[in-house]
Protein backbone atom coordinates (compact mmCIF):
# COMPACT_ATOMS: atom_id res chain seq x y z
CA UNK A 1 0.00 0.00 0.00
CA UNK A 2 1.42 3.22 -1.24
CA UNK A 3 1.70 5.76 1.35
CA UNK A 4 1.32 9.24 0.47
CA UNK A 5 3.68 11.56 1.55
CA UNK A 6 2.61 14.67 3.87
CA UNK A 7 2.20 17.65 2.61
CA UNK A 8 4.62 19.86 4.40
CA UNK A 9 2.44 23.30 5.83
CA UNK A 10 3.95 26.21 5.05
CA UNK A 11 4.11 28.99 7.52
CA UNK A 12 3.02 32.63 5.99
CA UNK A 13 5.00 35.45 8.21
CA UNK A 14 3.17 38.73 8.32
CA UNK A 15 5.22 40.97 9.36
CA UNK A 16 3.42 44.20 10.55
CA UNK A 17 4.20 47.33 9.62
CA UNK A 18 4.73 49.90 12.04
CA UNK A 19 3.03 53.24 10.26
CA UNK A 20 4.23 56.68 11.97
CA UNK A 21 0.86 58.26 13.19
CA UNK A 22 1.00 62.27 13.60
CA UNK A 23 0.67 63.24 17.41
CA UNK A 24 -2.88 64.55 18.02
CA UNK A 25 -2.80 68.13 18.82
CA UNK A 26 -4.04 68.09 22.59
CA UNK A 27 -6.99 70.95 23.54
CA UNK A 28 -4.36 73.03 25.26
CA UNK A 29 -2.31 72.85 22.07
CA UNK A 30 -4.85 74.27 20.00
CA UNK A 31 -6.13 76.74 22.58
CA UNK A 32 -2.65 78.24 22.38
CA UNK A 33 -2.55 78.55 18.76
CA UNK A 34 -5.89 79.98 18.69
CA UNK A 35 -4.60 82.70 21.17
CA UNK A 36 -1.63 83.42 19.47
CA UNK A 37 -3.99 84.20 16.35
CA UNK A 38 -6.21 86.55 17.90
CA UNK A 39 -3.35 88.47 19.63
CA UNK A 40 -1.34 88.75 16.79
CA UNK A 41 -4.95 89.78 15.03
CA UNK A 42 -5.96 92.26 17.75
CA UNK A 43 -2.35 94.12 17.51
CA UNK A 44 -2.69 94.67 13.96
CA UNK A 45 -6.46 96.00 14.19
CA UNK A 46 -5.69 98.01 17.47
CA UNK A 47 -2.06 99.70 16.14
CA UNK A 48 -1.98 98.91 12.61
CA UNK A 49 -5.06 99.35 11.17
CA UNK A 50 -8.42 100.85 11.63
CA UNK A 51 -11.65 100.24 9.79
CA UNK A 52 -14.05 103.49 8.81
CA UNK A 53 -16.96 104.02 7.61
CA UNK A 54 -17.42 106.79 5.50
CA UNK A 55 -20.34 108.92 6.31
CA UNK A 56 -20.56 112.47 3.95
CA UNK A 57 -20.04 112.69 0.13
CA UNK A 58 -16.90 114.91 0.79
CA UNK A 59 -14.95 112.63 -0.78
CA UNK A 60 -17.29 111.58 -3.80
CA UNK A 61 -16.57 110.17 -6.36
CA UNK A 62 -13.30 108.58 -4.92
CA UNK A 63 -15.07 107.85 -1.47
CA UNK A 64 -19.01 107.19 -1.31
CA UNK A 65 -21.00 107.01 1.59
CA UNK A 66 -21.18 103.58 3.24
CA UNK A 67 -17.81 102.66 1.70
CA UNK A 68 -16.18 101.22 4.67
CA UNK A 69 -11.82 101.13 4.68
CA UNK A 70 -9.05 99.80 5.93
CA UNK A 71 -6.75 102.83 7.37
CA UNK A 72 -3.05 102.27 7.85
CA UNK A 73 -2.59 103.79 11.48
CA UNK A 74 0.92 103.23 11.48
CA UNK A 75 2.61 104.51 8.44
CA UNK A 76 2.47 108.52 8.87
CA UNK A 77 2.76 107.99 12.68
CA UNK A 78 5.87 109.47 14.62
CA UNK A 79 9.02 106.66 14.23
CA UNK A 80 9.72 104.78 17.19
CA UNK A 81 12.90 104.24 18.43
CA UNK A 82 12.21 100.18 18.53
CA UNK A 83 9.71 99.71 15.92
CA UNK A 84 11.21 101.93 13.30
CA UNK A 85 13.55 99.84 11.29
CA UNK A 86 10.43 97.45 10.97
CA UNK A 87 7.39 99.69 9.88
CA UNK A 88 7.61 101.99 7.17
CA UNK A 89 7.33 105.31 8.30
CA UNK A 90 6.79 108.42 5.86
CA UNK A 91 5.87 111.80 5.63
CA UNK A 92 2.69 112.76 4.10
CA UNK A 93 2.60 113.30 0.15
CA UNK A 94 1.05 115.47 -1.58
CA UNK A 95 -2.76 114.45 -2.93
CA UNK A 96 -2.56 111.45 -0.95
CA UNK A 97 -6.24 110.76 1.16
CA UNK A 98 -5.67 110.97 4.77
CA UNK A 99 -7.81 110.15 7.92
CA UNK A 100 -7.65 112.88 10.88
CA UNK A 101 -9.24 114.41 14.04
CA UNK A 102 -10.57 117.41 12.96
CA UNK A 103 -8.89 120.50 13.92
CA UNK A 104 -12.22 122.21 14.76
CA UNK A 105 -14.90 119.57 16.70
CA UNK A 106 -12.95 117.37 18.78
CA UNK A 107 -13.56 113.36 18.81
CA UNK A 108 -15.02 114.27 14.97
CA UNK A 109 -12.56 111.89 12.12
CA UNK A 110 -12.90 113.48 8.83
CA UNK A 111 -10.85 112.13 5.37
CA UNK A 112 -9.55 114.44 3.02
CA UNK A 113 -7.10 114.91 0.37
CA UNK A 114 -3.81 116.74 0.76
CA UNK A 115 -3.22 119.60 -1.22
CA UNK A 116 0.14 121.49 0.47
CA UNK A 117 2.27 120.28 2.47
CA UNK A 118 4.58 122.76 4.69
CA UNK A 119 6.28 125.62 2.90
CA UNK A 120 3.64 125.37 -0.23
CA UNK A 121 1.34 127.91 -1.33
CA UNK A 122 -2.21 127.40 -2.72
CA UNK A 123 -4.76 129.66 -4.24
CA UNK A 124 -7.73 128.98 -6.05
CA UNK A 125 -9.14 131.10 -8.88
CA UNK A 126 -12.32 130.00 -11.07
CA UNK A 127 -12.08 127.06 -8.51
CA UNK A 128 -8.64 125.78 -10.18
CA UNK A 129 -6.06 125.24 -7.51
CA UNK A 130 -2.51 126.53 -8.36
CA UNK A 131 0.15 124.97 -6.00
CA UNK A 132 3.52 127.07 -5.60
CA UNK A 133 2.44 128.78 -9.57
CA UNK A 134 1.43 125.57 -10.96
CA UNK A 135 -2.19 124.73 -12.10
CA UNK A 136 -3.03 121.53 -10.99
CA UNK A 137 -4.32 118.46 -13.04
CA UNK A 138 -6.94 117.05 -10.74
CA UNK A 139 -9.30 114.19 -12.13
CA UNK A 140 -10.75 112.95 -9.23
CA UNK A 141 -12.26 116.15 -8.30
CA UNK A 142 -15.84 116.13 -8.64
CA UNK A 143 -18.51 120.00 -8.93
CA UNK A 144 -21.99 118.93 -8.54
CA UNK A 145 -23.33 122.31 -7.29
CA UNK A 146 -24.68 124.49 -9.44
CA UNK A 147 -24.72 127.63 -7.38
CA UNK A 148 -20.73 129.29 -7.17
CA UNK A 149 -19.00 130.35 -3.94
CA UNK A 150 -16.70 133.14 -4.43
CA UNK A 151 -14.77 132.63 -1.40
CA UNK A 152 -13.79 128.95 -1.83
CA UNK A 153 -13.88 129.51 -5.55
CA UNK A 154 -11.10 132.42 -5.34
CA UNK A 155 -9.53 131.27 -2.16
CA UNK A 156 -7.71 133.18 -0.37
CA UNK A 157 -8.44 135.95 -2.43
CA UNK A 158 -12.33 137.11 -1.41
CA UNK A 159 -12.52 137.51 2.59
CA UNK A 160 -14.04 135.31 4.91
CA UNK A 161 -17.45 135.74 5.83
CA UNK A 162 -20.74 134.36 7.57
CA UNK A 163 -22.46 135.24 3.92
CA UNK A 164 -19.97 132.17 2.31
CA UNK A 165 -20.57 130.12 4.97
CA UNK A 166 -17.10 130.64 6.96
CA UNK A 167 -18.21 130.18 10.54
CA UNK A 168 -15.18 129.85 12.48
CA UNK A 169 -14.28 132.93 13.49
CA UNK A 170 -10.88 131.72 14.90
CA UNK A 171 -9.84 130.77 11.48
CA UNK A 172 -11.35 134.47 9.66
CA UNK A 173 -9.29 136.29 11.99
CA UNK A 174 -5.78 133.81 11.60
CA UNK A 175 -6.04 133.98 7.60
CA UNK A 176 -4.68 136.62 7.10
CA UNK A 177 -1.09 136.69 8.77
CA UNK A 178 -0.65 133.60 6.14
CA UNK A 179 -1.14 134.60 2.97
CA UNK A 180 1.48 136.29 0.53
CA UNK A 181 0.98 137.56 -1.96
CA UNK A 182 -1.81 135.82 -3.81
CA UNK A 183 -1.61 132.71 -1.78
CA UNK A 184 -1.99 131.29 1.65
CA UNK A 185 1.36 129.46 2.70
CA UNK A 186 1.43 126.10 4.47
CA UNK A 187 3.00 126.65 8.21
CA UNK A 188 5.34 124.41 9.03
CA UNK A 189 3.94 120.89 10.90
CA UNK A 190 0.66 120.93 9.24
CA UNK A 191 -1.00 120.41 5.91
CA UNK A 192 -3.94 122.02 3.83
CA UNK A 193 -7.03 119.97 2.75
CA UNK A 194 -9.55 119.66 0.69
CA UNK A 195 -12.38 117.01 -0.28
CA UNK A 196 -12.57 115.93 -4.13
CA UNK A 197 -16.22 116.64 -4.10
CA UNK A 198 -15.00 120.72 -3.78
CA UNK A 199 -18.71 122.17 -3.91
CA UNK A 200 -19.87 120.65 -0.74
CA UNK A 201 -16.71 120.10 0.73
CA UNK A 202 -15.86 121.57 4.71
CA UNK A 203 -12.23 121.55 4.69
CA UNK A 204 -9.04 123.45 5.11
CA UNK A 205 -10.79 127.13 3.85
CA UNK A 206 -13.42 126.75 6.63
CA UNK A 207 -11.49 125.75 9.45
CA UNK A 208 -7.82 126.42 8.54
CA UNK A 209 -4.75 123.90 8.54
CA UNK A 210 -4.70 120.04 9.62
CA UNK A 211 -1.95 119.91 12.46
CA UNK A 212 0.19 117.10 11.66
CA UNK A 213 -0.49 115.59 15.41
CA UNK A 214 -4.03 115.01 14.36
CA UNK A 215 -3.19 112.98 11.70
CA UNK A 216 -4.87 109.34 11.82
CA UNK A 217 -3.39 107.76 8.89
CA UNK A 218 -4.18 106.53 5.17
CA UNK A 219 -7.02 104.93 4.25
CA UNK A 220 -5.78 101.68 2.14
CA UNK A 221 -8.41 99.76 0.26
CA UNK A 222 -12.63 99.46 0.90
CA UNK A 223 -13.29 96.39 2.42
CA UNK A 224 -17.47 96.29 2.05
CA UNK A 225 -19.37 99.24 0.84
CA UNK A 226 -23.22 99.60 1.47
CA UNK A 227 -25.83 102.37 -0.28
CA UNK A 228 -26.54 104.38 2.28
CA UNK A 229 -28.51 107.69 2.95
CA UNK A 230 -26.69 111.33 3.56
CA UNK A 231 -27.39 112.00 7.58
CA UNK A 232 -27.82 107.79 8.77
CA UNK A 233 -24.42 108.51 10.63
CA UNK A 234 -26.15 111.70 12.64
CA UNK A 235 -29.32 108.96 14.01
CA UNK A 236 -27.59 107.22 17.03
CA UNK A 237 -31.22 106.50 18.78
CA UNK A 238 -31.56 102.95 19.30
CA UNK A 239 -34.58 102.59 17.08
CA UNK A 240 -32.78 104.38 14.72
CA UNK A 241 -29.74 101.50 15.49
CA UNK A 242 -32.10 98.73 15.28
CA UNK A 243 -33.63 100.10 12.18
CA UNK A 244 -30.84 100.73 10.00
CA UNK A 245 -29.10 96.79 11.46
CA UNK A 246 -32.37 95.24 10.20
CA UNK A 247 -32.17 97.29 6.49
CA UNK A 248 -28.77 96.05 6.57
CA UNK A 249 -29.57 92.09 7.42
CA UNK A 250 -32.28 92.13 5.29
CA UNK A 251 -30.83 93.91 1.75
CA UNK A 252 -27.08 92.77 2.35
CA UNK A 253 -26.81 91.10 -0.79
CA UNK A 254 -28.80 93.38 -3.08
CA UNK A 255 -27.92 96.97 -1.89
CA UNK A 256 -23.70 95.90 -1.00
CA UNK A 257 -21.63 97.52 -3.94
CA UNK A 258 -19.65 94.40 -4.58
CA UNK A 259 -17.81 96.33 -7.53
CA UNK A 260 -16.18 97.99 -4.88
CA UNK A 261 -14.85 95.53 -2.56
CA UNK A 262 -11.53 95.65 -2.22
CA UNK A 263 -10.89 98.79 -3.83
CA UNK A 264 -7.98 100.78 -3.37
CA UNK A 265 -7.94 104.14 -2.47
CA UNK A 266 -6.02 106.22 -4.31
Sequence with gaps: MAILPKKEKKQVVVREEQVDEKPHE????????????????????????????????????????????????????????????????????????????????????????????????????????????????????RHKRAERNPYTDNFPAVPPSEMYGVRNEKWAEELPSHIVGDDIVVPPNSYFAMGDNRDVSYDSRFWGFLPRQNLIGRPMFIYWSFETAEGQYEMNSMWDRVENMGHIIFHFFDETRWSRTFKPVR
Design 26 to 141: TTVEFLASLAGVLVTGLFIITFILQAFEIPSSSMEDTLLIGDHVFVNREQFAAPTRWMGPLLPYRDLHRDEIAVFMSPEQPGLFLVKRIIGIPGDRIHLRDDVVYRNGQKLDEPFI
